[in-house]
């Protein structure tokens, strides 16, 4: 008795799901008549529900920060247990700009999977998260900044293997991280090639070096800047190569929720500061000199005489002194995980120097 | 107490070591083969598992004591960490005074692992000096905590309401007040390692036990809308995977929230882990209501006791005493569940372990270590649990009827 | 008057007031509760439709027919490719839930049962290691344990190039196990008839013979005759037929990996281990309980008839200790489907971990869930009806 009745609930449980899915997926009228009543009453409602993650922000007392905690150079914990990483200093310094203290952050640590939901749940104020922007992504998750990173997505081979091109990895076993753009990257490479491979796929990154290290896999494949922070740590790692080949661009831009134009306005702005003092020489070493500068460009940037734009986003005229004392500018926070003496490993710069020295890093005017 | 049974007075027959052998392990053709085979089998182990502990790393778990214990909890607060160390020692020391057997394995387990932590070479993990002398004091509080328990002060009832009212305390300290210059809010996202593990299992416990008496008696209803609700939350929850429901705490529930309503991360998975205990923790409890002789229910009708209070205090009682062992066990599952919760990503010990070897490239082939010893840390805990579990059962005498 | 008085309370009465009726009391429980488990489902599910609207989130299930494009790493019955769509990808999900867990269940049972024996064995060193296993593994999370027999015993297994072989039949090194296998021919389908034609007269064979044994009392070796047929017409008809039947298909190390006969990856076989070994030590636990609770006198009756140590074990033991172990057995079998989830942490393609990966690729959080939570709960509909037929045989046996 008992189990027929138990059948008749998840019979019922299932005509639900479905009534739900048939609800959210096909019936596109019903939509679009829920969407003529809201808008009769967007006068009231749409300023009281104007989301305000700055205003939140404030009152909080911190920027809430999606973040990973198991990726050497970008997100990581140092000996105390603190987090540190090139993606966790960019958070710092949205902190910084907002609140003034770059201390004022909560690293809420994200698997992959979690990533897209803490945002359209709104979790999270921004997603720094060794994220790749991609437009579904951008029409799925939020909206995206400013690239802080460009990486592409290659693959390292044992330098005894004598690999050298994709073609030749033909039948090989393929060590991948999952729920990633590197999983369908690398079989869209090698379908478009016609060739043949057998993927491992990990949750977690860590357990995919090991087994490549160990041997359980002919090559394995990630973004660039992943792979050459694990070579460094193998125990030998000149008998490992990453191979001369991209196969993806992985523009790697930190994201906010969608629904606030002036918060993504404030972290895509925190990026343009990091990159002009770049560009305009000043720093965390210099930034005491730098106030006194002569130069219009860096008087501006620092607050010291007129504006560009601060004001209207709500954010303290010299914001950027908050930022680059906290955090440094876009050269220093790379040097100091990925740099010769980085923390991390070192990583040459290639497409993340400034496009004054042959690389992609640009940010516009601040005007 | 103690009854002579007939085993008492059988005369104790002493082997001599060779008739033991010749008894326990040669006695026919076949024993003589297994005995060979498993001695074999332990060889193998044996030197495998030495050679592996001769070349291991164990660099990844002695350079980071604290973030397996507490995560990353900041270190000027972790006072009020060793405070709720100290009350839980205590505790168990006033425990073991009054309790005896049901929780010295414990009480052995907290003074050895805090001589451990006190006595360990420098070389072996770098411990400082207050450090040493808070395990130093912990181990004296034990022994306090023993002789309290069993001088007239130890009765089992306040011991009850002590432990009881411990829970909500440890958590305070640990969480700490807004507003508060002394003891500041600590973020949950802070919390982590095995404290995470054990909290989690010790709430989700507590949590699911109110709940979980409900379903029991809901499903035992004759109100059919209620008992439907009841039967189908239980079996649905049992039904599926815990990292099904964990996955739906973490990822689904909020997606079904109001824009505006945040539930905290550490709160998500430990609403997950409360709704999977509650829905077993039903069925243990509706074990033991079933359990109760229908004789009881008519005395209670007898004496004029209406439906409601015969439940209260004439049957869940009775039934809840039946199932206690149950409930240890279930126990014992939920803090071995708890490592779930690195898959939606909190970083309890095993996270812990993930992200240092994530975090360091150079041991990305000492993982082994790592789960080695995490896998020892629960099996310390699991093993005086079960142990502590037979005795309870013994205490209550429940698998003698 | 004033003694009419004194009865009014008796005269007037009007039953129990409204707030004590027990039926009154009943329906507004029910109502009540009917109301707040309606009122959360639309609170549920008024949100997520909210949510759908405002965030951007996809509620339907329109995306299965899409392409999936991430690959998978190994698949049963379904030859998958990433260009295949994502309700295939979530079929071979199942597949592959499905087979670690039925062979896991196999595996599982073999263990507690030698396992639960050996506890009870006179051999002290076999009891005693029986025991020490059974404490060892019950003790420690599954999840630890399976990351330790990932890290700690295959990834120290030699590298392919230099594989443990047992002949050139099986290979075994980091990435799985490699074991000859069968090629199919012509003949394979004739012969297989005949494989199971034998196998039915055997069947026939052996209840025939038995009766007529049990009817006379002479013996005319049922189990012996129906073994030569299941195994002497197959052998016949593997030389009779014109093609022979099945091919040997080997494992040959090609450029990166052995190719041909059938792999089992590390993967698989490290959750499979890791499945088997864990449920094993609690099946174990509930064969020696199901043992005890045989009564002694029992095994002594068995002793008195001249049955050998095996026989009565066979005979007398195990067919009624079958009855108080058969429910715990199949709940522990629901666990080890359900624990089989946990592949995700080592990288086997189970149903959970497609499904992530599907959420994540095709952004589909809640359809997505709802298919997992949807098959699980059909899969232990599955166990618990077998339960159910189970325990009701038994009722019937009992009366």
């Given at each position: 008795m008992k189990r027929t009745r138990f059948f008749i609930l998840i019979a019922t449980f299932l005509v639900l799901a479905f009534i739900l899915a048939a609800c959210g997926g096909e019936e596109e009228p019903e939509t679009i008549e829920v969407e003529v009543t809201r808008i009769v009453e967007v006068p009231v409602e749409a300023e009281a529900e104007m989301l305000d993650i700055q205003q939140n922000v404030i009152d909080r007392g911190r920027v809430v920060c999606g973040s990973r905690t198991d990726l050497a150079g970008f997100g990581y914990l140092d000996d105390a247990g603190r987090n540190i990483g090139f993606d966790i200093d960019f958070c710092r310094a949205v902190a910084a700009a907002v609140l003034?203290?770059?201390?004022a952050v909560e690293f809420v640590p994200l698997t992959a999977a979690e990533r897209g939901p803490a945002l359209q749940t709104g979790e999270i104020d921004v997603l720094s998260r060794n994220v790749t922007w991609t437009s579904s992504r951008e029409a799925q998750w939020g909206n995206f900044t400013n690239v802080m990173f460009y990486d592409g997505q290659g693959f390292m081979v044992p330098v005894a293997s004598g690999i050298t091109t994709l073609e030749e990895l033909d039948g090989a076993t393929v060590c991948v991280t999952s729920g990633t753009t590197t999983e369908t990257n690398l079989a869209d490479a090698f379908r478009q090639r016609g060739l043949d491979f057998t993927p491992v796929v990990f949750e977690d990154t860590a357990t995919v070096y090991s087994t490549y290290e160990s041997g359980g896999c002919d090559a394995t494949t990630s973004d660039k800047s992943q792979l050459a922070s694990i070579q460094s740590g193998f125990a030998d790692p000149d008998a490992h190569m990453v191979l001369d080949i991209t196969i993806s661009e992985e523009p790697l831009t930190p994201a906010t929720p969608s629904g606030d134009d002036n918060w993504n306005d404030i972290v895509t702005l925190v990026s343009y500061v990091l990159i002009n003092a770049e560009q305009l020489g000043v720093g965390q070493g210099n930034l005491d000199e730098m106030l006194n500068s002569d130069d219009i460009k860096i008087r501006r940037m620092l607050g010291v005489e007129g504006e560009f734009g601060q004001a209207d986003l709500g954010l303290d005229a010299d914001f950027a002194v908050d930022v680059l004392r906290a955090v440094g500018n876009y050269g220093e926070m790379y040097d100091r995980y990925l740099g010769p003496n980085g923390l991390a490993f070192t990583l040459p710069r290639g497409p993340n120097e400034l496009w004054t020295k042959g690389g992609l890093i640009y940010a516009p005017p601040l005007k | 107490m103690e009854s002579i049974t007939p085993e008492v007075l059988r005369p104790i027959r002493t082997l001599g070591p060779i008739a033991w052998l010749r008894r326990n392990l040669f006695n026919n053709w076949y024993n003589v083969v297994l005995t060979f085979i498993v001695l074999g089998v332990i060889y193998k182990v044996l030197i495998g598992l030495i050679n592996f502990l001769l070349q291991a790393n164990w660099d990844p778990v002695t350079t980071r004591p604290v973030l397996y214990l507490v995560g990353q909890y900041p270190a000027e607060e972790l006072w009020r960490i060793g405070l709720a160390v100290f009350i839980i020692s205590f505790l168990f020391g006033i425990s073991w005074g009054n309790w005896g057997d049901l929780v010295q394995t414990f009480a052995y387990l907290i003074i050895a692992g805090s001589a451990a932590a006190a006595f360990i070479p420098s070389t072996i993990i770098s411990v400082s000096w207050p450090v040493r002398i808070f395990f130093l004091v912990n181990i004296t509080l034990v022994f306090v905590g023993r002789a309290v328990g069993r001088s007239r002060f130890g009765k089992p009832r306040t011991i009850l309401i002590l432990w009881l009212i411990s829970l909500p305390i440890v958590i305070i300290l640990i969480y700490g007040f807004a507003q508060s210059e002394f003891m500041p809010v600590v973020l949950t996202t802070l919390w982590g390692g095995l404290m995470v593990n054990l909290l989690l299992a010790a709430i989700g416990i507590a949590a699911s036990f109110p709940v979980g008496v409900i379903l029991a008696l809901g499903r035992r209803s004759s109100l059919p809308v209620l008992r439907w609700f009841c039967i189908g939350f239980i079996e649905i929850v049992r039904g599926v995977p815990l990292i099904t429901i964990l996955f739906m705490a973490s990822i689904i529930l909020p997606l079904f929230l109001p824009g505006d309503i945040r539930i905290d991360r550490l709160i998500r998975a430990l609403i997950g882990i409360t709704m999977f205990s509650a829905a077993y923790m039903a069925e243990n409890i509706r074990g033991g209501l079933q359990a109760i002789p229908l004789g009881q229910y008519d005395a209670a009708k007898a004496i004029g006791l209406n439906s409601t209070l015969t439940t209260l205090l004439i049957i869940l009682p009775q039934a809840i005493r039946l199932v206690i062992p149950a409930i240890v066990g279930q126990f014992i599952a939920l803090f071995k569940d708890t490592t779930l919760v690195l898959i939606v990503g909190l970083l309890e010990i095993l996270g812990v372990g993930k992200a240092i070897l994530g975090g360091n490239p150079q041991w990305v082939t000492s993982q082994t270590e790592v789960y080695l010893f995490v896998a020892a840390a629960f099996w310390v805990f699991t093993f005086s649990l079960s142990r502590s579990s037979r005795h309870l059962e013994k205490a209550l005498g429940v698998g003698e009827r | 008057m004033k003694q009419r008085e004194g009865r009014i309370p008796i005269l007037t009465y009007q039953g129990i007031p409204l707030w004590r009726d027990d039926r009154v009391i009943k329906g507004v429980v029910q109502v009540v509760s009917a109301i707040i488990v309606v009122g959360f489902l639309y609170f549920f599910i008024s949100n997520i439709l909210t949510a759908a609207e405002n965030r951007g989130l996809a509620l339907g299930f329109d995306f299965l027919s899409e392409a999936a494009g991430f690959p998978i790493g190994e698949s049963v019955f379904i030859q998958y490719d990433p260009s295949m769509s994502f309700g295939q990808a979530f079929a071979v999900g199942l597949l592959n839930t499905l087979k670690v867990s039925l062979i896991g269940v196999v595996f599982a049972t073999l263990v507690g049962i030698i396992v639960g024996v050996a506890r009870l064995s006179t051999n002290w060193l076999l009891r005693s290691i029986a025991g020490v296993y059974i404490e060892i593994v019950r003790n420690v999370p599954l999840l630890v344990l399976l990351f330790f027999i990932f890290f700690g015993v295959f990834q120290q297994l030699p590298d392919v190039q230099n594989s443990f072989a047992i002949g050139d039949l099986i290979f075994l090194n980091q990435r799985g196990v490699y074991m000859a296998w069968y090629l199919t021919t012509g003949s394979t389908v004739t012969w297989a008839i005949i494989l199971a034609a034998a196998f039915i007269l055997a069947m026939i064979a052996f209840v025939i013979l038995g009766s007529y044994q049990v009817r006379t009392g002479r013996s005319t070796y049922p189990g012996w005759i129906a073994l030569g047929i299941l195994i002497g017409l197959p052998i016949i008809g593997w030389f009779i037929l014109p093609e022979q039947p099945l091919n040997l298909d080997l494992p040959v190390l090609g450029k990166f990996n052995f190719v041909g006969g059938l792999t089992l990856t590390t993967q698989f076989t490290a959750l499979l281990i890791g499945l088997i070994f864990y449920t094993g030590a609690f099946i174990a636990e509930i064969v020696r309980a199901g043992i005890q609770a045989v009564s002694k006198g029992q095994v002594e009756a068995a002793k008195s008839i001249g049955l050998k140590p095996m026989q009565s074990l066979r005979l007398v033991i195990f067919p009624q200790a079958l009855r108080v172990v058969i429910p715990p057995l199949i709940s522990q079998y629901l666990n080890l489907t359900k624990n089989s989830s946990l592949a995700i942490a080592i990288g086997y393609p189970d149903m959970f971990a497609v499904g992530r990966i599907m959420i994540n690729q095709a952004g589909r959080a809640v359809p997505v869930f709802i298919m997992i939570m949807v098959t699980y709960l059909l899969l232990s509909l599955t166990y618990s009806v077998i339960l159910n037929l189970y325990n009701r045989r038994i009722a019937f046996v009992e009366r």
């Open positions: 003034g203290d770059p201390e | - | -």
